[in-house]
Structures are given as structure tokens and as C-alpha cells.
């Protein structure tokens, strides 16, 4: 019985090595939110109403700037839907890296599925575009089915993902270089935990450039 008492507390008396990183961020590297409004289109009647007359105002907007001049009453976007494009930009984030993006209805689209993303810029708090997404929908294994009172739904097929469906096109700047000295933020702040990571990085370097 004490062998086997011994085995089994091993594990928790031992002290396993872990690393800085795992522990903490930095101040000031963080990811930013990012979002944009757009169209999905290529839906098989399963887009916005005719209550949506944002889609409607979108859809003509898109048109006109191809050359073509659609009178708006003479629209209808079953086939259509206005959408919410969201993303995290990571820090250190280059031009030409690929994003994930949510795309979400915003209108009374039934669902996505079969959709495709037309190209949307994707805005950052301060107003610029920071990336531009298009794509095929994906919304994995929701669907929307049957007929009349007998209607089958799994998940939400009205929300969807792009993998890899934005480029950034502009970076936030991070000078690391330039700075003499940074805070780490512990994901679970703790005194005691502060202080062994303090004396830690002190012993690394021989000398107390932590606190």
C-alpha cells in the first residue's frame, strides 16, 4: 500500500519545467478584430426575402459599378444574401498571409449553403481596411430540410466559415526592437506565480532585469 502510495502522489510532488511563454502575453501583442459587410451569392432560393432592402440597395450597388443599371424594383435576391464578415488579424500579421473568416446573415436567408463570398474589405476599429475576403461558403454539416410542418434543422446553416478566405493587405506595426523594457500579463494572475516567472527570467540572465 505505501509503494503504491508513493506511485501514485510521483506525479504531483515532481515540479515539470514549464515555459514562459505558456504562461503569459505581452503587452500590447494581441490580435485585432476585424469586419465588413458583403454579399453571398449562387444561394438556391434560399436568400433574403424581399423585406431585406438592404440586400436589395447592396445588390444594385454591385451591379452598377459592373456597368449594369438594374432598376431596385426590379430585384429579387432569393438567390442572395447580405452577410457580416468577421476575422482576428494576429499580431505580426503580414501583408499576403491568409485568414479565416465567419460569415454570418444578416438579413432572413434560410441558409448559405452552396454560397460564395464576393469580394469584401474587412475593417479594423480604426476605420481602415486591413483585408479583403472572398470566397466559398463552408457550413459544414448544417442543414435546413423537409417540407410543410415537417422541417429538420442541425446547427445553423444561416452562419458559415472561410478557411483561408481573406488576405491582409496591411499590418499593425509592433516594435519590440525598439523598446527597453515590456510587461508580461499572466493569463492567470497569481502573486506567487509573478514572482517565480520574475525569478525565473532573473536566473536566466544572471542579473534581476525582472519584477
Known sequence: LAAAALLWAGPLLASPEVRVKDLVTVEGVRSNPLIGYGLVVGLQGTGDGTQAAFTIQSLANVLRRSGVTVPQSSIRVRNVAAVMITAALPP?????????????????????????????????????????????????????????????????????????????????????????????????????????????INAAFGQAVAR
Do not use: C, W
Open 92 to 200: 505580426f500579421a503580414r501583408p499576403g498571409q491568409a485568414l479565416d473568416i465567419q460569415v454570418s446573415s444578416l438579413g432572413d436567408a434560410k441558409s448559405l449553403q452552396g454560397g460564395t463570398l464576393l469580394m469584401t474589405p474587412l475593417l479594423g476599429p480604426d476605420g481602415a481596411t486591413y483585408a479583403v475576403a472572398q470566397g466559398a461558403v463552408s457550413i459544414g454539416g448544417a442543414f435546413l430540410g423537409g417540407g410543410g410542418g415537417n422541417t429538420m434543422q442541425k446547427n445553423h446553416p444561416t452562419a458559415g466559415r472561410i478557411p483561408a478566405g481573406a488576405t491582409v493587405e496591411r499590418s499593425v506595426p509592433v516594435d519590440l526592437a525598439g523598446a527597453t523594457s515590456f510587461r508580461l500579463l499572466l493569463d492567470q494572475p497569481d502573486f506567487v506565480t509573478a514572482s517565480r516567472v520574475a525569478e525565473s
